[in-house]
């Protein structure tokens, strides 16, 4: 019993020696082997990455156009206003009596006016009637045209001097969220050439956009309504998604004469706006953002490895591996690519028409089918067959267990 056990143990280690050889051996002779894929649907997408900023879709810096004391403020970082909402005041103590004197100089040039006026009107009538010179008439016309444009000068002046104690009382623009207070009460701001900010405020935070630099290279694949994802350091583990709104041409006045958003040194870049859903407030106000446009998308497409349009038949190193190659001289017609199609031991070529390609795969509009495996490339395997063993061994080595006994045997 234990005799036949042995037999068929050795029958069983035989096979399994056998097949090694046979799959790793032969099939695959030097370490070669055939590397194939199958033809099968998937996704071809193209990509564009940058960097950019979040910023509020609509934004305005709330400034004071006369200078003086900030003397109230009534509201604060984050603070929700609505328009019209009163949010600083400043010293009015200046304005108020520069409206004292304004309307002091308006009463003043207004009685100016009406006695000119009045002695005008007794001029023209004597002049009609030929009872006073023409000197005194020209006299008493110049005096009344000199008193109607200082009292309309007056008048001018009122309204400005109403407008800046206007200025003095500053309310929100917009209804939004205050995102940055640049004042405090009591400082003093100047509104010289350039008005001072005091606040700015966000209409709807609820609505974001992403300001991207895209450099040149990649600025032709980009176009408006293009599906963007995005990620800021703060949520590294969030994905937000966007769409490209808007591909900014740059100012054309800018030094260079170009149409360029950004250049430093020989790098340009172009501002592309991209709107974002922010209906948890997650993105803030200059977060620095990650960016993916997705130039290309085509889904449940035929693709094959890009590499397989690429591959030649070499017989030299077919034929160890016993597989024959079909129509080897085949050329493919123009707009066509050919890929070698493994049919058991057999390849045989395709001639497919390609559409999109995403750099590792690529589309086939027409020519294989799904399922079919076509060759990628040759490859080198770990699993070489063993060489028997020649060398010359010391016989004072420690040989295998049961090699003393075939000695003794030899012997």
């Given amino acids: ?17 056998g097949g090694v050889y046979f799959f790793t051996g032969k099939s695959s002779k030097g370490g070669i ?30 400034g004071t156009q006369v200078s003086g004391i900030i003397d109230k403020l009534y509201a604060d970082y984050n603070d929700v206003v609505k328009a019209g909402q009163l949010i600083a005041e400043m010293d009015k103590v200046n304005l108020k009596a520069e409206l004292a004197s304004a309307q002091a100089q308006l009463a003043s040039s207004k ?3 009406e006695y000119q006026q009045k002695n005008y009107s007794r001029s023209k009538v004597l002049y009609e009637k030929q009872l006073i010179s023409d000197s005194d008439y020209e006299t008493a016309t110049y005096n009344y045209e000199k008193a109607k444009a200082a009292y309309e000068q007056s008048q001018a ?26 004042v405090e009460e009591g400082q003093t701001v100047a509104a010289g050439f350039e008005t001072p900010t005091l606040f700015t405020i966000a209409a709807d935070l609820t609505k974001m956009q992403v300001i991207a630099d895209v450099d040149e290279a990649d600025i032709g ?20 998604e966007g769409n490209v709104k808007q591909v900014r041409l740059g100012d054309s006045s800018s030094s260079s004469g170009s149409s360029t958003t950004s250049s430093t040194s020989t790098v340009v870049t172009y501002e592309v706006v991209i709107t974002a ?4 407030l997650k993105l803030k106000p200059r977060l620095t953002a990650n ?26 190193l077919l034929t160890p591996m016993d597989i024959t190659v079909t129509n080897a001289n085949m050329e493919a017609s123009a707009g066509k690519r050919l890929v070698w199609v493994k049919n058991g031991q057999n390849l045989e070529p395709r001639a497919v028409t390609i559409g999109s390609a995403s750099g590792n795969n690529t589309e086939i509009t027409d020519g294989v089918q799904e399922g079919e495996d076509v060759v990628v490339d040759f490859a080198s395997v770990a699993n070489v067959p063993v060489v028997a063993e020649t060398t010359e061994k010391s016989p004072f080595m420690p040989g295998p267990p049961g090699s003393n006994k075939k000695n003794n045997k030899a012997k």
């Fill in 111 to 113: 009685s100016e006016f």
């Fill in 291 to 316: 960016i993916t446009i997705y130039t290309m998308e085509r889904e449940n497409v035929l693709t094959v490895p890009t590499k397989s349009l690429r591959f030649i038949p070499d017989e030299s």
């Fill in 277 to 280: 859903d922010n209906p948890d």
């Fill in 33 to 62: 082997k055939l590397e194939t894929a199958k033809v099968s649907r998937g996704s071809i997408t193209n990509t564009v990455t940058a960097t950019g900023t979040v910023e509020p879709v609509t934004e305005v810096e709330v």
């Fill in 221 to 240: 694949m980009v176009e408006d309504g293009q599906r963007v994802s995005f990620t800021v350091d703060a949520y590294p583990n969030d994905v937000f």
């Fill in 157 to 182: 002046s009122m309204v400005k001097v109403n407008r800046n104690l206007e200025y003095a009382t500053i309310t929100s623009p917009i209804d939004g969220v205050v995102i940055n207070r640049a």
């Fill in 1 to 17: 019993m234990n005799k036949k056990k042995l037999i068929i143990c050795i029958a069983v280690i035989l096979l399994v020696a």
